[in-house]
């Protein structure tokens, strides 16, 4: 499928959309790819984003017209279809505009099925990875010769883009279970990384939560298949429950199972990455991948069964994959100054925090330093605790406030609960609510060969260059003195 173009009528070839299209919060990771995908295909783009960014800056070269800060004239010009994402409120001034004209209004995911008609569609999702694997499975396509479509929830390091407008028939995309809006897509191949209760401000219960996957899962089209890990109960459940209906299963995981399609035998780090040596097929295959952590080598499997059932060679998956350099926001490096090394990660999920947390001790050469900035007043209450055990993992942890995203304050909740729930001593827990602060207290915590990681879902990520630049003005301040920083005054900027 190669619909590029708009017709005369202003139609949005292979999409059902019509006119202008408009997206409020555009600079978003899901909303910007949508936006560039809709631009290369020739259509009027338009949006709006709280403030300028790089995303925004792309799509105006592009050819978007992008305003900063929401008002109802910048849906001037015709009736566009309107696209918001749920970060939107009800309340935005230019959605209200949209209700009261009577425009179209789709959400982000309906945007994104529109897309993608006509496709050969693979969506991963699950409560953790699939950022990662479904940034595998592109990367290892395109290292195959093909050009797929594709939708990330974050940039590639490798192109540096989270979406694209391929030539070829294939469309990858993240599909987005936190609220239920993956339930637009109906994919030929969909990957379920594990099931694991999250995101009860949209979902409401577990069960709720748990019967979503389910619905996503009977929406896999007539021939495709499920991808699931057989280690996770929740998509070991939904594999099962998808078999008994007659859809084809395909496993992967570390429990050794003759149901397992692709079997995790070892995994040893390596350097900044791994070797992992697995079965599939009866046959064993050495692996060696460039991101760090057993988990990534789970999301490899996935993206390698998924590839398959796609038509890719096993051979080409596998070049692929050891070619995969990571996505950004995932354990990337941000630079070295001082003798410390500075990474940024956006784990927001206990189990995230705890995986990440334990990679990262596998490389680390020193002491492990977390800032962790806890997502949603609404997770922090529910995981507090589980927050706790997990940042015990890192050697001195600081707890940054609540990134309210979405929701309004809740009263007793903030940062202060999860670090009142770390099992360390007092002295190495530092609950630091003003962000400003935070690089301060982060170099002075660090000596020569530790590792600070910044790491959370909201603006915590902007501080990993304002460490580096604090951590070089503290080794060029004691050059000749008397600290253990030595003379190692450079700063090493990825």
């Keep these: 499928m190669t619909a590029n173009d708009a017709d005369a009528t202003g139609s949005i070839a292979g999409t059902g959309l019509l006119g202008r299209v408009h997206l409020i919060g555009i600079g978003g990771a899901g909303m910007s790819g949508i936006a560039r995908i809709l631009l290369a295909r020739g259509a009027a783009v338009s949006g709006s984003d709280a403030k300028d960014s790089q995303a925004v800056l792309a799509l105006r070269a592009q050819g978007a017209r992008v305003a900063v800060g929401h008002a109802p004239e910048n849906l001037l010009g015709g009736a566009p279809t309107v696209v918001v994402s749920t970060a939107i409120r009800a309340d935005n001034p230019e959605l209200v505009a949209a209700r009261q004209r009577g425009l179209t209004v789709l959400h982000r995911a309906e945007a994104l099925a529109a897309l993608m008609q006509g496709y050969r569609a693979a969506c991963v999702t699950g409560t953790h990875g699939k950022t990662s694997t479904t940034s595998m499975l592109t990367v290892t396509l395109r290292r195959c010769g093909w050009d797929p479509s594709f939708v990330i929830g974050a940039d590639l390091t490798v192109p540096g883009s989270g979406a694209h407008h391929g030539a070829g028939a294939v469309f990858v995309a993240e599909a987005d279970e936190s609220d239920g809006s993956f339930l637009h897509l109906s994919p030929y191949v969909a990957v379920v990384t594990n099931i694991e209760v999250d995101h009860l401000d949209q979902h409401g219960s577990p069960e709720a939560y748990v019967k979503a996957f389910e619905a996503f899962g009977e929406r896999i089209m007539p021939g495709g298949a499920l991808v699931s890990c057989v280690d996770d109960s929740g998509a070991a459940r939904l594999a099962a429950r998808a078999e008994a209906a007659g859809l084809r299963v395909r496993r992967y995981g570390r429990t050794a199972s003759s149901e397992a399609d692709a079997e995790l035998i070892d995994y040893q780090p390596v350097g900044m990455g791994g070797r992992v040596r697995f079965r599939s097929a009866g046959d064993e295959h050495t692996l060696s991948i460039a991101v760090l952590g057993e988990h990534m080598a789970l999301n490899a499997l996935a993206a390698l069964l998924a590839g398959l059932e796609l038509g890719a060679p096993m051979d080409g998956l596998l070049r692929g994959l050891a070619g995969f350099s990571g996505v950004r926001r995932r354990f990337e490096f941000k630079g070295q100054a001082g003798g410390v090394a500075v990474y940024d990660d956006y784990a927001h999920h206990p189990t995230e925090v705890a995986a990440q947390l334990r990679a990262a001790r596998e490389v680390a050469d020193g002491r492990l330093l977390v800032a962790f900035q806890p997502h949603l007043y609404s997770r922090t209450r529910v ?82 260059p304002e460490v580096l630049t604090e951590l070089g003005l503290r080794a060029v301040g004691r050059v000749g003195g008397d600290s253990g920083v030595g003379g190692d005054s450079g700063v090493e900027v990825s």
């Design 383 to 464: 995981f507090y605790r589980e927050f706790g055990t997990a940042l015990a993992l890192a050697d001195e942890v600081v707890v940054l406030d609540v990134f309210a995203a979405r929701e309004d304050p809740e009263p007793g909740v903030s940062g202060a609960l999860i670090a009142g729930a770390v099992p360390l001593p007092a002295r190495r827990v530092h609950y630091v609510p003003r962000r400003v602060e935070v690089p301060a207290v982060l170099v002075e915590l660090a000596t020569v060969g530790d590792m600070i990681i910044t790491m959370g879902a909201g603006d915590v990520t902007a501080l990993g």
